[in-house]
């Protein structure tokens, strides 16, 4: 069963108006997860997809949304999907791969058939990024260790991770997605910092490995007009081309980045120093 909801894009002149409800309404993605279930969101900010797929009875068979009037969901786009659970298994046309915790696929336009399941030994989930594509790219997983892998930030400054580039264009060809993961390092809180913007190119966060009854704060809006969000373990936020995304938490937690637009240049972004934050 595939289930989705959608989501306008919204001007930041407006957002400066809105209230803790209307900003959780706008941005927040809760629940990403449901059993037996892949939920989708369709965002009109790069016509991004965020979602999640929990396979605990039966497998469960991606279904085109009807935002996309398209017979299969890949027919113009590509996906990226990242297991944060115990094994599981996306079986793309008559292609069956495993994913362990943290590991990526990569799936191509115009693939038909994509089925999640769980390989008995727990429960996985798989979440899920999508953006239109102009091209086929061949279908490639990405385990842990293929990653790029990038130490940045220092115990000082309490920002001290391990950033995990998955799916980007070193590793694999893609027409506009990009995907990684960054840990925090125990005993640090603070991620994307100094805080930054891009312009060409919108982003999504999703939260996890986050412990019961910590949070984390995301910061998002613009520089000098932030916002914050208050989110749990396993939720989601979309994060314009105009906002910082940016955030701290109770204690360490690992996060996902995900993005799409006209520009797959990774270090192409406009930093904000701490002091000038608003």
Same mark, same amino acid.
């Given at each position: ?19 803790t ?7 927040? *993605? ?8 892949? &939920? ?8 991004? *997809? ?7 009875? &039966? ?5 085109t *949304?009807?935002?996309? &009037? ?24 008559g292609?069956?791969y495993?994913?362990?915790?943290k ?5 191509? &336009? ?37 990653a ?31 995907m ?99």
């Open positions: 069963m595939t289930t989705s909801e959608f989501r306008y894009a919204a001007n930041p002149k407006d957002v400066k108006k809105y209230d409800q209307e900003l959780r309404n706008e941005f927040l *993605i809760d629940p990403v997860f449901r059993e037996d279930e892949i &939920k989708l969101t369709y965002s009109m900010y790069d016509r991004y *997809i965020v979602g999640g797929a929990m396979p605990v009875k &039966k497998d469960l068979v991606l279904e *949304i009807p935002y996309l &009037k398209s017979e299969n969901f890949l027919d113009r786009r590509e996906m990226g999907v990242i297991n944060v659970g115990a094994i599981g298994k996306v079986l793309v046309d292609v069956e495993t994913l362990d915790k590991e990526a696929l990569y799936i191509g &336009k115009e693939s038909k058939e994509v089925v999640f399941s769980a390989s008995g030994e727990g429960q996985p989930f798989f979440y899920i990024n999508s953006a239109p594509a102009h091209q086929k790219f061949p279908t490639k997983k990405v385990g842990r260790d293929d790029e892998i990038i130490h940045l930030g220092e115990d000082k400054s309490a920002n001290k991770r391990v950033l995990n580039k998955l799916i980007v264009n070193s590793i694999v060809e893609t027409c506009q997605l990009q990684g993961l960054t840990e925090l390092v125990e005993g640090n809180i603070w991620n994307t910092m100094p805080v930054h913007t891009h312009e060409r190119r919108m982003e999504a966060y999703f939260y996890f490995d986050l412990e019961e009854g910590q949070t984390v704060c995301h910061f998002m809006g613009q520089p000098q007009e932030t916002r914050h969000i208050f989110m749990q373990n396993h939720q989601a936020v979309l994060s314009p081309e105009w906002s910082i995304h940016s955030g701290a938490g109770t204690s360490n937690y690992t996060f996902i980045w995900g993005m799409a637009g006209e520009n797959l240049d990774y270090g192409d972004m406009d930093v904000c120093p701490p002091n000038e934050m608003k």
